[in-house]
């Protein structure tokens, strides 16, 4: 059974009050900043997820520029792709080539792109090795600000859920990540949301899933994730076998599931929808084309409403000025 206590009531410690012996010189330079206002990205998406009966639609981004975006479109949450990640920052396939570290500063990158923004999901694979690594993870997750992620039960030698030929390892060692994985987030005393994923569906079928999300949740995990569902009505199914656990649905259009909308999605039951390739493929097919016209007509063509300034205003360039100038700075004295 799910412990409520443990899983669903947000963890972060209640401020201590220092009482300083000079108060206002501790206050100004030396205390501990005080939380009141500022909330991890973690305590957000449990009170999202625990608190609220929303569908959290978090769009998939693999860097700074991608992420920017969908902030300035205002999601409430975003989803940090690894095969996003290895192949904007590796320029590599989805097939355990991108590791911890890689995998970890490109996630802190976004998760502090905007320390009141939304909460980041962040793919972590098979954990990067055994319990320990699944642990090991999760601790610098959670110190690099990021809210939640997904542990999956692939064979270390993984590749993306939408391909064929998938291995998964034996209930026994998937549990033993999962079980790593929670400890080390109740260690930590963190909000960080814990999902279980299984790719088990190709090579065991549709119940040896759920057998194992429901292996999965009695060990911690706040939520559970079914690769590749093959129907509709398969998605819905899990929903309601796994009810009242929250689900996360991963959309990949054009993969081995059926494209299913937002809409679909809320009404089925899903508590939280991820589209892994929602600014990858776009950026694919944008990049190319210009590439292309410059090849072909020696121009890149930029909407004359595309400034360097609008880009830079997209990541934050106004925040910046503002800070150098309320600290008294003269960089932006004549503009930009
Ligand atoms: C969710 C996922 O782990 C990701 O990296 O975005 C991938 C997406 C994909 O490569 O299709 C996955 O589904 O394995």
Known sequence: MINPVVNQIPTAPVDKVITPANPSWLQLNHLPATTNGFESGATKLRKMLFETNELIVCPGVYDGLSARTAMELGFDALYMTGAGTTASR?????????QLHEMRENAEMIANLDPFGPPLIADMDTGYGGPIMAARTVEQYIRAGVAGAHLEDQVLMKRCGHLSGKKVV????YISRIRAAHAARVRMRSDFVLIARTDALQQHGY????A???LARDEGADVGLCEGFISKAQAAQAVKDLAPWPLLLNSVENGKSPTIT??????????IMIFSFATLAPAYLAIKETLLRLKTQGVVGTPKDVTPVTLFE???LKHSMAVD???????FKEGV
Do not use: H
Request: overall charge negative; some cysteine; charged content about 30%.
């Open 207 to 210: 119940d040896e899933c759920i």
């Open 262 to 271: 937002v809409d679909e999605a809320r009404a089925m039951g899903f508590r």
């Open 325 to 331: 100038m309320d600290a008294g700075g003269l960089s």
């Open 90 to 98: 590796l320029g590599q396939p989805d097939l355990a080539i991108a």
């Open 314 to 316: 997209v990541c934050g």
């Open 212 to 214: 194992r999300l429901k």
């Open 170 to 173: 034996d209930r026994g060692e």
